[in-house]
C-alpha cells in the first residue's frame, strides 16, 4: 500500500532535486539576463511531468545561475506522515547554472531556455523579487502539486513583475481541460503510475477548467508552450529559444510487467472460477470472502485517509463505496455468518454501495481495472443473497 501511495502523491508531484551546493548569492548589473527553463519528464516517478526554474545570468558579473523552486528535505520532522496528508514544505534555492546541467545531464533530462525579453525595469523587478524570495524567513513555502509548485512560483514571479498588458493566446495542441487530463498526457507510457493517481484523484480532478490558459500551467511543458505565445505591450515574451541539453529519444520504462488491465482480467478469472464452484456446491467460501474484504477495506482506509489530506482533488472520491473501509469493521461478524451459511445484512449494503460506486463514472474517471474488479465484487454480494436463499427453500422443503 505505501507504494500504491507514492503511485498517485509522489507521481502526482513534479520533479524535485535535493541538491547540497554552497551558498550563492544573486547580483545585478544591466547585463542580467533572465530565462525559464523547462526540463523534460525522466523515468523517474517523480519526475515523469518535467521540472520548471528561472536562469538568472549576470553576464557582466559572470554570475550563472539557476532559482529552484523544487527543493525539499527528507529530515523535517513526521516526513512520511506531512507527506501522506499534503503538508509537505519545499524552499526556493540557487546553484551555479553548470551544477544545474550537470545533474539533468546525468538524469536524462532535456533542458530547454526560453530568454524572456524584458526592459531593464522589468529585470530589477525580477532580481528584487527573487532576492526577497531567497530571504530565509521567505525561502520555505506549503507545495501544492496542481496550485503552489515550482512551475507555478517560477512563472508568477516572472509575469508578475512584467509591466504592460499581457496577451497569452490558447495554446491549440492543449486539448486537455481538467487536471486529470493534464497529467494523463504526462504518464500515459507509465501506466501503473497513471492507475495510482487514478485511484486517488477524486471529482474534482475532472471539473472542467474556468480558465484554462493559467489552470493548466502547473506543468512545466505547457508553462514554457504559454510563454511561447505570450505577448506583453505587443512586443513577444520570449526573445529566443534554446535547447542546452538533448532529451533523449527513448525513456525506458521499467514498471511491474503485468498492467492493471491485466492483472484485473486475471482476477476476474479466478472469480468468475470461484463464483461457478460456489454456484454448483451452493456454498460460499470463507477464505475467498475474507480475502476480498480484507483487500478491499485496506484501500478503502487509504481512501478514507485522503479525505483529511491536503493533497488537491483527492478528498472526494466516489471510489470509497467500492472499496469500502467497512469491510475492515463488519469483517468478523460477516466471515463467523459464511461457514454455518447463514446470511449477512452487510452483503446488500456493500452490493448497494457498490452499485453508487459505479454510479460515479458520469461524475469522475474510474479506471477500467477498478470497475471490472467492481462488477465481481457485486456478483459476489448478490451470489451470498442467492445461495442463502436457496439453500434457506431447500431446508425448508
Sequence with gaps: MKRLFIYMVTGCLLSVFQLNTEAQVLTYSDSVEISLLTCSPGKEIWAQYGHTAIRYNDLKNNNDLAVNYGLFSQDQPYFILRFTFGLTDYRVGIEPMEDFLALHAYQGHGVIEQVLN????EKFNIYKA????????????RYNFFYDNCTTRAGQILLSNIHGTIQTKEVSTQNNNTFRECIHEWNKSFVWSQFGEDLLLGVKADIPFKNKEKEDNFLPDNLRKSFDVTMVNGRPLVKTTRRLLQEPANINNKEFPL?????????????????????KKKRMYLWWDLILMTVSGIIGLLLFAMIFSDHPCVNLNLIIFIFNPLCLIFLVPVVRNVKPGEKHWWWIVWSISICIGLLGTYFQRIPLPVIIVALFLLMNGIMHGIIFTSNKKIDNE
Design 130 to 141: 527573487l532576492e526577497e524570495n531567497l530571504r530565509p524567513e521567505n525561502v520555505v513555502y
Design 118 to 121: 524584458l526592459t531593464k525595469d
Design 259 to 279: 498492467s492493471p488491465l491485466q492483472i484485473s482480467i486475471i482476477f476476474a478469472i479466478i472469480a468468475t472460477i470461484i463464483l461457478g464452484i460456489q454456484w
